[in-house]
């Protein structure tokens, strides 16, 4: 591959998911970009306490508001505040499918 196709290689996982809580509405949800993936890890650090866990406030918002895209490529949230007052059960069924396609669950578990 030439530096331009690498550059324009579309490298990002994805998976379509049916949100049964917003009327059955198909979205998007993509692997995240390395930028996304150092907003994530930031998260983290700055909510790290002192004894090494991480409180989590707001992850479920700022995955959502990072990898959910409409159907035509355009992102779903404007903010992840925005993504984090949608219903706890739908944003649930996003997490999931965000720490899958990120393997975030294996990675956190290996650094705690």
Known sequence: MTDFDIANFDDLASEKL???EWN???IVVK???GTD???YETFLSENRREDGTVKFIGIRGLLSYLAC???DGTKLFE???Q???????ALDRIYDVVIRLNALGQE???KN
């Open 37 to 39: 993936r150092d907003t």
């Open 79 to 81: 903010s992840a505040e």
């Open 108 to 110: 956190q578990a290996s």
């Open 24 to 26: 059955n509405t198909e």
């Open 83 to 89: 993504a984090g007052k949608k219903s706890a059960r």
């Open 31 to 33: 692997e995240l970009t």
């Open 18 to 20: 049916i949100v049964p």
């Open 69 to 71: 895209y409409k159907t």
